[in-house]
């Protein structure tokens, strides 16, 4: 990478050039479904891509390409492309590099969704997938086929916080011949930036840390464009005729870019889940704070995991950040900065428990999101999760008694209060009623 | 396209269309470190506009292998060879940085072959800091990092980009990373080494473009201004903000001068 402006600034500042005619300093929401050409030519020529600009809001925006732009820099990618959410995101990811009769390797223990498009959504397709643990190189490294197209799994798994020993998978990947594609939403590029460690493509849910203040959905592929992909015959999509410029080469004609112009130009044409540009102007506000909320929901991170592993109605706290997590020494290795806000733990007296713990919070919010300025709890085995079988839950490593608590910005003494208060109310009624 | 010149398989992007060699040509030649990437916004601009691009990627460069050419006479009398093995009798050349030097010299020994010339930021010369080729020799990435740098103006460094989505900083050094090691200390050589600018400019005898940056760290706009000066029949077209990655920073007042200069294609 270049000698370039540090985290902070680029997070304030990154994609934007004032603009010339008002001179404002805020990012413009440009609210518009489409742009006046300049003449005939300049129209043909924005439409086979053959010069940047913008056409029609599905393909592309001013505000969301500041917000695409900024992300790329936090990223250290070539290229992003922000789409409406986290989910689409990956779909646009596999509909680029997959087709029927291919094959991807996925880590184990994701997120709900993520795990069912690949299992129950892509497999009608004709697209299969084989699933190995995210802590078990030797697993992805075996399921590696002559069809497999992409390697995938999210760097901190939700909501068992397993972590994706990066530069191992990403040097499997690499002698395999295959882009590893990772899930970096529970990390944020604060934490670990997965390009600078092998890693070729990143997509995220922006819906979560990188918005920060949960009022607007979205998410982005961020392009690495540091995979050969002309290395053999294994892409089609990016290094055979490309149907929509007049059969160019993708891979010839814009190289490192060669992966985003297929997703611009097929995934956002032919599919179509863009980003309102409203929503990239309130995603870039949080974008701008991210460096400095990431530092307190770490802190507060830390706090919680102390609060938690002494209070005596805590059967069990699981964090990367605790010794005994099997992922410890990754996650140390990986992220010296703390491997995320995300704590996973069970309360004494299972389920009910649990149940009434979640419901006697009242600082906290129980809400099916991760990732907000504000404190989130949720039981996953009835909610996010709730849509894997038992045995996809039981390989998710999802035991019903477990409570996912997102660490918030709040002055911590007044979470530990809560907390406090709700645990004790959840044991006296469930005790109670016995 | 991929054809054999002097014994190596290159590549020569034709801008995504077939190629002509009847028609009216344009040779695009890449600079130091660079590949055919340098034309990404205006190649396929033009070869969809009736020009017959041939944009090649130099030996051990983008996706051509070979070993690299080691001073500008031979870039020149490569991209000689590379417009005959094509057919092409006459060819309207165009060189970024260092694919400059190549046009002059092109221009100035073969000038049958050259119907005009454009020099995008370019100099008589490219003295380059002993530093940057120590580094370019021992540690190739750093160098990158520092041209990336340095060639690139405030939208560069503010990572904004004509192109929706497109980090030009990173483009730009994963375009450079791409070629083969020894490629950059190859090219920073042959630029170093390079004394024959002034000579060739006074000898040039077709029409000249000299699109300049005015912000350029690399080349500066001024040696530019010395080079159009130099040269017995050249236009100088300044285009403002813009830092030496000019062609991808300032993509479309690229295409500009480039169109106010050269003939419609037949
Ligand atoms: C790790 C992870 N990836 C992807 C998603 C999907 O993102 P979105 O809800 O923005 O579609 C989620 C969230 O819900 C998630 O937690």
């Not at chain 1, 500042?13 to 929401?29: K, L, M, T, W, Y």
Request: net charge negative; hydrophobic share 40%; with cysteine.
């Amino acid at each position: 990478m270049a000698g370039d402006y540090k985290f902070d600034t680029l997070g304030l500042h990154a994609g934007q050039s004032p603009d010339e005619r008002f001179g404002s300093r805020a990012v413009p929401i440009h609210q518009t479904t489409s742009y006046v050409f300049e003449d005939s030519e300049h129209a043909a020529a924005l439409f086979n891509m053959e010069i940047g600009g913008h056409i029609y809001s599905r393909l592309s925006n001013p505000t969301v390409a500041v917000l695409e732009q900024r992300l790329a820099a936090l990223e250290g990618g070539v290229a992003a492309v922000a789409v409406a959410s986290g989910m689409s995101a990956l779909f646009l990811t596999v509909l680029a590099l997959c087709s029927a009769g291919d094959h991807i390797v996925s880590s184990s223990q994701m997120y709900g969704a993520n795990i069912n498009l690949f299992e129950h959504t892509l497999s009608r397709y004709g697209v299969e997938t084989t699933f190995a643990k995210p802590n078990d190189p030797d697993g992805f490294a075996a399921a590696i086929r002559p069809n497999t197209k992409m390697i995938f799994g999210e760097v901190i798994g939700n909501p068992g916080l397993d972590i994706v020993d990066v530069p191992k998978i990403a040097a499997i990947a690499e002698q395999a011949g295959v882009p590893l594609v990772l899930d970096a939403t529970f990390n944020t590029p604060w934490l670990f930036k997965p390009l600078d460690h092998g890693a070729n493509i990143v997509i995220h849910s922006l819906t979560k840390w990188i918005g920060g203040h949960g009022v607007a959905m979205g998410g982005a592929i961020i392009d690495g464009g540091n995979f050969d992909w002309g290395q053999n015959d294994r892409f089609p999509t990016l290094t055979s005729p490309h149907y929509a410029f007049q059969q160019v080469n993708l891979w010839e004609e814009f190289g490192p870019l060669a992966f985003t112009m297929r997703v611009r130009s097929e995934g956002m044409y032919n599919v179509g889940p863009c980003l309102s540009p409203t929503n990239a102007f309130h995603l870039l506000q949080g974008l701008e704070t991210l460096g400095l909320r990431m530092e307190r929901h770490m802190s507060n991170t830390q706090k919680m995991l102390a609060f938690l592993s002494a209070h005596e109605q805590i059967g069990w706290v699981r964090h990367p950040s605790l010794d005994d997590h099997p992922d410890h020494d990754v996650a140390k290795r990986l992220m010296p900065k703390g491997a995320g806000s995300i704590i996973a733990c069970g309360v004494k007296g299972g389920r009910e428990v649990g149940r009434a713990f979640i419901e006697s919070v009242e600082l906290a919010s129980h809400l099916a999101n991760v990732g907000d300025a504000k404190t989130l709890v949720i039981h996953p085995g009835s909610t996010t999760h709730s849509h894997l079988t038992p045995q996809a839950m039981q390989n998710a490593g999802l035991t019903d008694d477990m409570i996912r608590i997102s660490v918030g910005l709040e002055d911590f003494d007044d979470l530990a209060a809560d907390f406090d208060r709700a645990l004790k109310i959840a044991g006296k009624s469930v005790g109670g009623s016995k | 396209m991929k054809i054999d010149v002097n014994g190596a398989e290159v590549f020569v992007s034709t801008g995504g269309r077939p190629f002509d060699p009847d028609g009216t040509v344009l040779l695009l030649i890449h600079g130091s470190g660079q590949t055919h990437l340098t034309w990404l916004l205006q190649g396929r601009f033009l070869a969809n506009r009736g020009w017959q691009v041939l944009m090649p990627d130099l030996p051990a460069h983008g996706l051509s292998v070979g070993e690299p050419l080691t001073s500008i006479p031979d870039m020149a009398a490569w991209c000689a060879q590379l417009l005959k093995q094509t057919g092409v009798k006459r060819a309207h050349v165009v060189g970024h940085s260092q694919g400059g030097l190549v046009g002059l010299e092109l221009a100035s020994s073969q000038p049958e072959v050259v119907a005009s010339l454009t020099l995008v930021a370019t100099a008589l010369s490219i003295p380059v800091n002993p530093a940057l080729l120590e580094l370019a020799q021992s540690r190739e990435e750093k160098a990158i990092a520092a041209m990336t740098d340095w060639g690139h103006g405030r939208e560069g460094h503010f990572h904004d980009a004509t192109m929706p989505g497109l980090d030009q900083m990173n483009f730009t050094s994963h375009v450079m990373a791409s070629n083969e090691t020894g490629a950059l200390f190859a090219d920073l050589s042959a630029c170093a080494s390079y004394d024959g600018g002034e000579d060739a400019a006074r000898s040039v005898v077709c029409p000249c473009l000299c699109i300049l940056a005015e912000n350029d760290r690399m080349t500066p706009a001024r040696q530019g201004r010395k080079m159009a000066a130099t040269l017995t029949d050249a236009r100088e077209f300044v285009i403002s903000g813009a830092g030496h990655m000019l062609t991808v920073e300032k993509p479309y007042e690229v295409l500009k001068g480039l169109r106010g200069f050269l003939p419609h294609p037949a």
